[in-house]
């Protein structure tokens, strides 16, 4: 999870680390800490330090985690020659090791010799049936591969065995957002709310597929939900804001024709809207006649 | 008298502050004829791989902050010896008197009270700084996820567009 400290400190780090400034290893640091994907910059700063002799040497063991890291950046930016040579280097040093196997398999999945790859993670399998990060492996490559329903195949019968595993819930019901599965989705962002209840950007994802879903009782639970990101993230959140905002305009063109007993109080939305109206006022004051006619359009601001 | 002195206090601690500063103080405390010396260093470690959370002048701020309330922490613990001491000779002066104990002196009162005041001061400022646990404080609030590495794939549209690199791995 990446916070608002870590992100400005990394941004920060970031435009050092390319005006020259210094701090190569310490931006890697972050960036792997952080899970962010930066390969780029990582294969450039990651490369200027391995190929410093002197800079290598004084990282101590951290320079093989460096060569991983740098490895896999380079598949993802297409460099295979380089990423060939990291794991040549590493497979030197640990000719045993599984997690050079795996980077050699990953190797095969860039270059898009599927069948290899396919092979070399069923051995890897065989002996240890229960690595996670291979089975991981074989849903990505499932789906690098446009197999987006036996990716799904794969993913359920991973979940079926690692229930707790989040990332693995993220993954699915990304998959099932972009193949517009939204109930199945909606399932997968319940799982993940219920193993990590403090993250906002959960509530909103599965907010904005409730919202998606429509129907006024979907509606209703969206603004809850919607609510309670705005609860979680102190009211800095603008896509919760004008979450509440359209939920609040579809929920009142549904119930206009029907009973108006329990019609909700009108004080969410209009405080959403202050609140929209306050931030667009600070950090983007010529854009705020737009906001105020989106606004009025869907009849919440007061 | 050295060795009570040292048994009671240890001569030499490291304390490593909550906040994730690379800082590492040091802190000697050696007694030598009775009379507490408080010898202040700060080492550097040689690399650290955490990312600095506070900028040089910050840490700086922060170690000058735990320095004094080190300090008044010892001289609250010192007050509270005091007090202590003036009780048990308050009690000696009662029983030659022969008079009933009803209650500490007013001046021992105060001591407590001070020495209590300045130790919480200590207690609070030293461990270092608090962080916050509000879920939309900065530091908690979750701006986005991390990208999910496990199930990268490669076969993207960065494909299309090769990174022009022209640096190889040396040897």
């Known amino acids: 999870m990446v916070s608002k400290t870590e992100e400005t400190q990394l941004s920060n780090l970031e435009t050092q680390v390319d005006n020259g400034g210094g701090g190569a290893w310490e931006y890697l640091c972050l960036v792997r800490k952080l899970k962010v994907r930066r390969s780029d910059r990582v294969l450039k700063h990651g490369l200027s330090i391995l190929n410093d002799l002197k800079k290598r040497s004084s990282l101590g063991p951290d320079e093989w985690t460096l060569y991983e890291q740098v490895a896999v950046a380079a598949m993802d930016c297409q460099s295979l020659e380089v990423a060939k040579d990291c794991i040549k280097v590493l497979r030197k040093k640990f000719p045993e090791s599984k997690r050079v196997g795996r980077l050699e398999g990953m190797l095969l999945e860039a270059k898009g010799a599927w069948a290899e790859a396919e092979k070399a993670y069923s051995s890897l399998l065989e002996d240890n049936p229960l690595d996670q990060v291979i089975h991981k492996r074989r849903v990505a490559m499932a789906k690098g591969q446009g197999n987006v329903s036996v990716a799904i195949e794969w993913l359920n019968k991973y979940l079926e065995i690692f229930m707790a595993d989040h990332d693995a819930w993220r993954e699915l019901a990304e998959i099932y957002v972009s193949l517009q599965m939204y109930k199945q989705a909606a399932f997968c962002y319940e799982e993940l709310i219920l193993s990590q209840p403090m993250v906002p950007l959960y509530h909103l994802a599965y907010a904005d597929v409730l919202y998606t879903l429509g129907g006024l009782e979907n509606l209703q639970n969206a603004k809850k939900y919607y609510a309670s990101t705005i609860d979680l993230t102190g009211g800095k959140n603008t896509r919760a804001l004008f979450g509440v905002c359209l939920c609040s305009s579809a929920i009142g063109q549904i119930a206009k024709g029907r009973n108006k007993d329990d019609k909700e109080s009108p004080e969410l939305q209009s405080l959403a809207a202050t609140a929209l109206e306050r931030e667009y006022k600070q950090k983007a004051s010529d854009k705020l006649s737009l906001l105020t006619a989106a606004l009025k359009g869907l009849k919440v601001s007061s | ?171």
Request: net charge positive.
């Open chain 2, 1 to 171: 008298m050295n060795n009570i002195a040292l048994g009671l206090v240890p001569s030499c601690s490291v304390m490593r502050p909550k906040n994730r500063s690379s800082l590492i103080v040091v802190l000697v405390t050696r007694y030598t004829s009775g009379t507490p010396m408080i010898g202040w260093r700060s080492v550097q470690p040689s690399s650290e791989p955490i990312p600095e959370l506070f900028p040089a002048g910050d840490r700086k701020r922060v170690s000058v902050e735990m320095a004094l309330g080190f300090a008044v922490g010892v001289f609250g613990v010192l007050i509270l010896f005091h007090a202590a001491y003036s009780t048990i000779q308050y009690r000696g002066l009662l029983k030659i008197m022969e008079e009933e104990f009803s209650g500490p002196p007013m001046n021992v009162v105060a001591e407590l009270l001070l020495g209590l005041v300045l130790c919480i001061w200590a207690a609070l400022t030293v461990p270092g700084k608090f962080l916050s646990i509000q879920p939309h404080s900065e530091e908690n609030r979750i701006v986005s996820l991390p990208a999910n590495s496990d199930f990268m794939i490669f076969n993207h549209r960065g494909k299309v567009f090769p990174l022009e690199m022209d640096v190889k791995l040396k040897h």
